[in-house]
């Protein structure tokens, strides 16, 4: 590619997603203990804590919820709460039309007052200051753009795409892998990779590419990304790949595309992270991923990502490592951290 590619997460590092999330954690675990008459409490989450970064992390309520669900209902409670996200979302992000023709359809897991609770109580979840404007500015400059994010913000990227906010400065959307199961994406990484370089050098297989995503046989996904990857290894002597995000997972797909790489030896694959802690998880938390920087202001990012995209560094020296080619600059003794 001519330029590096930069990847962001979504929720949390673009977006401001925290007090949604809490909402639709505490309303779908109510929806999916009233459809399977589960017993227990679910209790009211301290909101203002959670949003200064001192409470649990939004994530932990998620499997709070659900390990109480699934000790009493088993698989039949990750089947109903996974509907009920999406039947939740669904809703959330539907027109008026669709809205009224789902209240009366009967095919929504939803009541109708839980609907109006939606609908009424939903809170915003805007961009971080700055963050739309890097984004567009980046895309203006050339410069390959990709959000990675996980399954469940599928319905909010897909509200960003429809109100004109994402699209078309993004390019590349991708919410995982069939290849990567269990784990965080390594492979969804790699088709964000694989996708960048078809859009400039070949346009057919970035439809190939896409058409693989939605196959169920995992193989034949992973064959289409493996074959994609040979090609940059041959005719490329460098790929550049920054990933951005405010969660452990995020730096986990960069370490685990890392592993994936080291069989394609010709080319150079520098992948680096830089981590938010304004987000969703703890500077503590990111520190134990050794992230190639952390900032803890989406100012401090917009700047940092801008000057990574045109110079390969961050602004403070300690940013500055050695290339490390098919290998994590970690390893390297002289590698330190950035921290703003």
Same mark, same amino acid.
């Given at each position: ?90 809703? %959330?992000?539907? !027109? ?7 209240? +009366? =359809?009967?095919?929504? &897991? $939803?009541?109708? *007052? ?24 980046? %895309?203006?400059? !050339? ?7 996980? +399954? =469940?913000?599928?319905? &909010? $990227?897909?509200? *960003? ?5 994402i699209l078309p400065f993004v390019p590349i959307v991708h919410t995982g892998s ?28 970035? *439809? ?49 595309a890392r592993e994936a790489l080291k069989s394609f030896t010709n080319a150079t ?72």
């Open positions: 590619m001519n330029k590096p590619l930069i990847i962001f997460d979504f929720d949390g590092t673009l977006r401001d997603g925290l007090n949604e999330k809490v909402f639709a954690f505490q309303t779908v675990a109510e929806i999916t203990w009233r459809l399977l008459k589960i017993k227990g409490e679910i209790r009211e989450y301290d909101k203002p804590a959670m949003q200064e970064r001192a409470g649990r992390p939004v994530g932990e309520i998620g499997k709070e919820y659900w390990h109480k669900g699934f000790e009493q209902k088993g698989n039949l409670f990750t089947e109903t709460y996974n509907k009920v996200w999406g039947d939740l979302y669904g809703y %959330y992000r539907a !027109d008026e039309k669709e809205k009224t023709r789902l209240a +009366t =359809s009967g095919k929504t &897991s $939803l009541t109708q *007052e839980e609907m109006r609770h939606i609908s009424t109580n939903m809170p915003p979840a805007p961009w971080f200051e700055g963050t739309q404007k890097l984004v567009e500015d980046l %895309y203006k400059e !050339d410069f390959p753009v990709g959000i990675l994010s996980n +399954t =469940s913000t599928v319905a &909010s $990227l897909e509200g *960003e795409v429809d109100s004109g906010n069939p290849v990567d199961t269990g784990k965080p994406h390594g492979y969804a990484l790699l088709h964000c990779i694989a996708a960048a370089w078809s859009q400039e050098k070949a346009p057919e297989l970035l *439809e190939t590419l896409n058409q693989s995503v939605g196959n169920k046989d995992s193989k034949t996904h992973k064959e289409t990304i493996d074959k994609i990857l040979n090609l940059i290894n041959k005719s490329e002597k460098e790929i550049r790949v920054l990933v951005v995000g405010d969660g452990a997972p995020d730096m986990e797909v960069a370490q685990n694959w520098n992948i680096e992270t830089l981590a938010v802690t304004f987000g969703f998880q703890t500077r503590k938390a990111l520190e134990k991923h050794e992230p190639t920087g952390i900032v803890g202001r989406p100012e401090d990012m917009n700047k940092e990502v801008l000057k990574w995209a045109k110079t390969g560094a961050f602004s403070l020296a300690s940013a500055q490592q050695p290339k490390q080619p098919n290998g994590s600059p970690q390893n390297d003794p002289t590698y330190k951290k950035c921290s703003l």
